[in-house]
């Protein structure tokens, strides 16, 4: 993991970063913390799109679920009450 010290941006620039971004994305630490991460534009958007197609294929699984007939329907407090039964 990459790492650098927000300090160190301050002082140096962002060409620190630049480099560093060469093997992967880096983690800013701050308050000896990771607080940020930086990462190319182009590794940003393969993220978002990989994080689209994941959602497509949850809404897809439930919709199939549906379809199969597998979803119980029922109320908000039936649900409450099977998830948290009074003693």
């Known amino acids: 993991?990459?790492?650098i010290?927000?300090?160190e941006i301050k002082r140096r620039g962002i060409s620190v970063v630049d480099a560093q971004m060469?093997?992967?994305p880096v983690h800013v630490i701050k308050?000896?913390?990771?607080?940020?991460?930086?990462?190319?534009e182009d590794r940003y958007q393969q993220m978002m799109g990989?994080?689209?197609d994941a959602w497509e294929l949850r809404i897809k699984a439930s919709l199939d679920?549906?379809?199969a007939g597998q979803?119980?329907?029922?109320?908000?407090?039936t649900l409450?009450?099977?998830i948290f039964p009074a003693d």
């Open 80 to 82: 409450i009450r099977e």
């Open 71 to 77: 979803v119980q329907k029922g109320s908000v407090d």
């Open 5 to 7: 010290a927000a300090l």
């Open 22 to 24: 060469e093997s992967g």
């Open 1 to 3: 993991m990459n790492t």
């Open 31 to 40: 308050n000896n913390r990771p607080q940020y991460v930086v990462m190319t």
């Open 65 to 67: 679920e549906v379809a």
């Open 50 to 52: 990989e994080m689209d």
